[in-house]
Each structure stands twice: as C-alpha cells, then as structure tokens.
C-alpha cells in the first residue's frame, strides 16, 4: 500500500524490511542559518536518506546580478524568498538523486515538520501521490530504533522520473489577487499572530497580511513531541476557523511558501479537500506596493 499523508516510524521500518521501492528523503533546514541542515544531516540521518536543501534543491536558486541582487529564473513557479523551481527543473533534481515513479517517499526534518511539508506538496504537485511525512521525524525514528548513520550517503544512480498531471493546485499572485473579497477564496496565514496582524515583521520588508486572510500559524498542527494531531482534533480546529466557509476555497499561505505546509497536511488529515498553495506567499504579494495590505 502506498502512504500519501503520514507513516509512522513502525510502518517506515516494515516498509524496509519488505524491501519496498522507497526513498526516504532530509529535509531538515534552519532558516537563521541556512548551511545547519546539511551539517545536521552530515552529523546524523536516517540510514541511507538523501538530504533535500531547501534552499538548493526544493527552491529556484534565481540568477545573482553584479549588484549581488538575486532574482528567480524566467521559468520559474512562483516569487518570493523561496521561488518554486519549475515542475522541470524539479524533476531533474528527483532523477540526480535516483527517485523514480514507482518509489514510495517518506519526508521528515527535525523541525517539527515545518521543512519536509515543502518537499512532501511539491511531490504532489510533480504528478505523485506515495508520499508521505515520517509522524514525529527524527526524533520518532530514534525511539522506535530505528537505523541512523552520520556522514555522506553514497551517491545513487541517476533515475527516469516521469511528470504527472498535477495533485494540488499552485496558486499564483494573480489567481489571489482575481479572488481577493469574494467567497470563491479563504486565504489560511500560517505566520506566528504578530506577523498576522502587522505588529512586527522580522523578515520581509513590509509588515501586514493579505487582505481577509484568517489565521492559524503552522505550529498549532502538531504535539510537542512533533507528531500531527489526532484528525478530530484538527477537524474541529479547522471548523472553528473557517465558521462555515466552504473549506474547498482554502489558500494556504505563510512568508515564503514553506511553513504554510504543515497547515495544508493538517487540513488534509482533517478529512477536508486539499487547499491551494500560493507558494509566493506573504514575501510576493508585499514586493509590489500596489497590492492591499491589511493590519490590526
């Protein structure tokens, strides 16, 4: 059987021993320091798994100008601080690293899930399903006994993976834009209250939210041992959010497309249809002073 939300650490380690296809994929990543995941993967991993770099190999690299400015390339998916590559350019990235269409992919990161969610959409987006989030990440492997080695994994041969039709929907600036005040779009923020509301903005250069856009910030899908909520629970707290809006209308955003993710797997569990992702985020809709910015 194939995982496409969550796999527990027991199931992960079964899926071994039946010598399952599979790839299991570190998306571990410190947004303070961005060189931390690799050195944390170096330093322990799950045996055999790849480390996927956000900002490598799950976002597009953009082009630096002689200024030292840096923009994303014509061709890619979204803007803002972590551009979307292509689906193409994604690909090529799954076949360097030996993924093809028949493997099942696990994800996991030591933050909580707020990383490997990026890996686990974009799969999705590629046209494939077998993909799952490791429930409680690291941490969960090494209580269950898992195997962990340290250094560099052996590279692999290089893959035939093959795009599919799309499973989630992107939406672009555009798409939030056309739909901003009507009930055909419930924009989701997924950025700590005080961001939410414009009181402070470490990070992007203007502090606010999209106009309308509820709240609920990343954090609140999981335990504080890193595990996803029960699905009850998380029915109930979506519920409460959307107060009877049509949950098929769910955008789900954040500042730059990342954390925005364990919200959408949160809604997923909760038994309510996949949302769109505007991977642009925050960071794009606030790049052009032209765009409405609410506060308070």
């Known amino acids: 059987m194939a995982y496409t939300t969550l796999v527990t650490a027991e199931q992960l380690q079964a899926l071994r021993a039946a010598g399952a296809p599979l790839m299991v994929f570190d998306c571990s990543f410190e947004l303070a320091n961005p060189a931390a995941g690799q050195e944390q993967h170096r330093e322990l991993h799950i045996a055999g798994a790849v480390h996927a770099d956000l900002d490598h190999a799950l976002s597009d690299e953009g082009v630096v100008e002689a200024d030292g400015s840096r923009h994303p390339h014509a061709d890619a998916a979204s803007g803002g601080r972590h551009p979307l590559p292509s689906r193409e350019k994604f690909a090529m990235w799954l076949c360097s690293v030996g993924f093809s269409n028949d493997m099942q992919a696990v994800v996991y990161d030591r933050q909580n899930a707020n990383y490997c969610g990026r890996l686990w959409w974009m799969l999705k987006w590629a046209g494939h399903d077998a993909v799952a989030m ?37 939406a672009t600036t555009a798409d939030v834009q056309r739909a901003l005040g009507t009930d055909r779009q419930t924009l989701i923020d997924a950025r700590v209250a005080p961001r939410w509301r414009g009181e402070v903005e470490p990070i992007d250069p203007v502090a606010g939210r999209i106009p309308g856009a ?83």
């Open 214 to 296: 509820l709240n609920r910030p990343s954090a609140l899908n999981v335990e504080a041992d890193g595990r996803f909520k029960p699905a009850a629970q998380l029915r109930r707290e979506f519920d409460a959010l959307l107060q009877g809006r049509d949950p098929a209308t769910a955008v789900m955003y954040c500042g730059s497309g990342v954390s925005a993710l364990p919200n959408a797997v949160g809604y997923e569990l909760a038994g309510l249809p996949p949302p769109a992702l505007y991977a642009g985020s925050w960071s794009e809709w606030c790049s052009d002073p032209a765009r409405p910015v609410e506060r308070g």
């Open 134 to 170: 490791l429930d409680g990440g690291l941490a969960a492997w090494q209580a269950a006994g898992g195997e962990v080695s340290s250094g560099e994994e052996p590279a692999r041969f290089q893959s035939n993976f093959a795009l599919g039709e799309p499973l989630r929907r992107l």
